[in-house]
């Protein structure tokens, strides 16, 4: 069973710093590339940030870049995200997601809270 399980949200106030966390099982994670994504209240999902499989490469989206970091540690089937000098705006709820493709299914997790407010 694939199970994809996102922790460490919560309330924070303008300035600090959150890690999510994303425990995965029921799949070969070390082959997947991994994304956290996040929705806010009447807007689209979108992505955040990107990590490769083996966790060389990553991407961010222009208005977390500098902010957010994205880790992975394939040992552990890990996936986290680092947030820092978090904004207001950045309240939403924030997804895991293992990156389907090449035949290959996606799959998402049921996403955590983060509320950056004072």
Known sequence: QVQLVES???LVQ???SLRLSC???GFTFSIYPMSWHRQA???ERELVATISS???STNYADSVKGRFTISRDNAK????LQMSSLKPE???VYFCKAVGGWGRPGYWGQGTQVTVSS
Do not use: H, L
């Open 41 to 43: 209240p009447g807007k």
């Open 90 to 92: 950045d309240t939403a």
């Open 23 to 25: 425990a995965a099982s």
């Open 54 to 56: 083996a966790g060389t």
């Open 8 to 10: 460490g949200g919560g």
């Open 14 to 16: 303008p300035g600090g």
């Open 77 to 80: 089937n890990m996936v986290y």
